[in-house]
């Protein structure tokens, strides 16, 4: 079933255009995200869904309802903001219930349903503080109990982990990737971090300049990338020109020989970068003006110096058309 | 030298000693004594300046002086909160402006300001004789020399007080939990009273203190604006210190007055305090 429809949706602030139409749809139960870098227009398509912002034309459905011109406090959909927004005077518990006395709920279910997002969310311990009292993640919590405590239909997140560090970051996208399933409620969640949307999504909405550049599962979009913008934002990639066309070769498949033979392509390395699990070796093409990636594994066990020369080669299957 | 002496000779306590502690001593030190027939004190100790403030005539007084400076108060941040949330959703540099308009009559002289009300609200003045020329009164109202007169200026005196501590408060607060009150479900009207009002209670209450304390002290207002008929204590308590020359009455007046005054901060202070300001001071 499809739970929101965007069709035809087209944003113009001040007359210059911040989405150009677009039509997309989110299945129920679907952790779907919306990626790109900062201007490409993801926030403003979320904003739109969650109805801060109304689209210049095209229309938004919720659950096969219009709902393009409905004001937010009458969407059953709520989003979890990238700086929390959580009312400071209001303790954990009180922001919790906010949502629920604004849908006048009986007090008892309100009690319940606090209960609830409180054992989701790990916040049991911490009801009766204030959100200054909280640290970054913690609040970041509070931000999501709020939200899920009214079961919306659809939960969107604007880059929820945004202000917290690594490690922190690394934690709660475990866990928001298994509170998801766990409630099987719709998320569309915003990110420019293409880690994140990898290891979260069911599947990526790949945004440049306002446009969708590709739709797919995280596997498709990584190892079948349709377009140059797609094939360099996600992962690592080398991309080649020739006269007719424009390919990629994730680092991954690029093999390295010691051997420089002539039917293979030849370079120097340029320089070796020491990862730990893995090692990377920049290579500079002698017939082309242009440096490549190599990326090995620990199973690779012989010694690279910069300023060898190598052979350096790859299968045609792994070449994918990304232009011409 | 210990560091608790060095604490108890800092320049703030030294400050606070001599402009503050002294001269409160000073006045609570003639409120018990006694005067001669010319004015001067003299130093038997005397209570009777405190018993004769029980006298009807003195505690109407009190009464309607208390009685003004709470409804100056309220209409002040009634007429205040509107214009500071409205500066507050404007463009910075807009914002900036109409501070600048908020503050501008603190440039000019405030009997000035006083004396310009009159020629208001005199009987020839242009209130009386604007709805005159439309013809809706037949004769001047008497608008000078009245208790409304002495709100109005005490109003019109002691809004930017109330609205500069206001918006302030208004200001620190970050905007986006609005939306996130909406995206909760909240009307407008039901995110400003659970969600900005509720911030916003220092803000009412440091321009609901000073706007308060600043109006019981007020006798210019009073003397210009209200005539001979709405006397308040503080034009009471000037008259005792400067006509009536009875500094021991004057002081007990003030006394009585200042602690009455704190009493009703205290209150205020009570009723607007909640546990997240208590919280948050915890943590400062």
């Known amino acids: 079933m499809i739970m929101i429809r965007l069709e035809n949706v087209e944003k113009h602030f001040a007359g210059h255009p911040v989405v150009h139409p677009l039509s997309l749809k989110i299945e129920e139960g679907e952790f779907l995200t919306l990626l790109g870098p900062s201007g490409c ?41 990238q700086h929390y927004a959580l009312f400071p005077h209001m303790t954990v518990e009180q922001n919790i219930q906010f949502g629920l006395k604004m849908k006048k709920l009986p007090v008892k279910e309100q009690r319940e349903r606090i209960d609830e997002a409180v054992r989701l969310t790990q916040l049991s311990a911490l009801t009766k503080r204030y959100p200054h009292q909280l640290s970054g993640g913690q609040q970041q919590r509070v931000a999501i109990a709020r939200a899920i405590a009214n079961k919306p239909k659809v939960l969107l997140l604007d880059e929820p982990l945004g202000a917290l560090d690594l490690q922190l970051r690394k934690n709660l996208q475990t866990e928001l990737k298994q509170l998801q399933r766990s409630l099987g409620i719709t998320f569309i969640y915003v990110t420019h971090d293409q880690e994140e949307a990898m290891m979260m999504s069911d599947r990526i909405v790949i945004m440049n300049n306002g446009r969708i550049e590709q739709i797919g599962t995280p596997k498709v979009i990584y190892e079948r990338p349709e377009t140059l913008f797609a094939a360099t934002f996600v992962g690592e990639n080398n991309i080649f020109h020739t006269e007719d066309r424009l390919y990629a070769v994730r680092p991954e498949k690029i093999r390295v020989h010691h051997e420089v033979t002539a039917d293979h392509q030849s370079g120097i390395i340029h320089d070796i970068v020491y990862l730990g699990n893995i090692h990377k070796l920049i290579i500079q093409l002698d017939e082309e003006q242009s440096f490549v990636t190599s990326v090995l594994d620990f199973t690779d066990q012989r010694t690279w110096e910069i300023g060898q020369s190598v052979g350096v080669y790859w299968a045609p299957q792994d070449e994918v058309t990304v232009g011409r | ?78 007429l205040s909160y509107p214009l500071a949330y409205y500066i507050t959703t404007a463009g910075p540099r807009t914002q900036k402006w109409m501070l600048i308009g908020v503050t501008v009559p603190f440039w000019i002289n405030f009997l000035i300001r006083t004396y310009a009300w009159v020629l208001i609200l005199r009987t020839q003045g242009l209130v009386n004789m604007g709805l005159e020329q439309l013809g809706m009164i037949s004769e001047p109202m008497q608008l000078l020399y009245t208790k409304g007169a002495v709100l109005l200026g005490m109003v019109y005196t002691f809004i930017p007080y109330m609205v500069l501590p206001i918006y302030v408060s208004l200001e620190q607060m970050d905007k986006r939990q609005l939306e996130a009150a909406s995206d ?97 001071e915890a943590r400062a």
Not at chain 2, 51 to 70: E, M, N, Q
Not at chain 2, 227 to 233: C, D, F, R, Y
Request: proline fraction near 4%; glycine fraction near 6%; aromatic fraction near 14%.
């Open chain 2, 184 to 280: 909760l479900g909240a009307s407008r009207w039901s995110a400003f009273w659970r969600v900005t009002l509720p911030q916003t209670k220092s803000g009412i209450m440091t321009g609901g203190v000073l706007v308060f304390v600043t109006t019981t002290g007020m006798f210019v207002i009073t003397d210009i604006l209200g005539g001979a008929k709405s006397q308040m204590l503080s034009n009471i308590i000037q008259n005792q210190f400067l006509s009536a020359r009875d500094w021991p009455f004057g002081a007990a007046l003030s006394v009585i007055f200042m602690i009455s005054s704190l009493i009703i901060i205290w209150l205020f202070n009570r009723a607007l305090r909640s546990k997240y300001e208590s919280a948050k």
């Open chain 1, 41 to 81: 227009g993801k926030t403003t398509i979320l904003r739109m869904i969650a109805g801060f912002e109304h689209p210049t034309s095209g229309v938004i459905t919720l659950d096969n309802e219009d709902m393009t011109y409905l004001p937010p406090n009458k969407r059953d959909l709520n989003l979890v903001f």
């Open chain 2, 1 to 78: 030298m210990n560091k608790r002496w060095f604490g108890i000779l800092s320049p703030v306590v030294l400050w606070l000693c001599f402009f503050m502690m002294v001269p409160m001593i000073a006045v609570v030190g003639v409120s018990f004594l006694s005067r001669d027939t010319v004015g001067n004190l003299v130093w038997t100790f005397n209570i009777s300046n405190y018993t004769r403030f029980f006298d009807p005539l003195y505690l109407g007084i009190y009464w309607d002086t208390i009685w003004l400076s709470v409804l100056t108060t309220l209409l002040c941040l009634l």
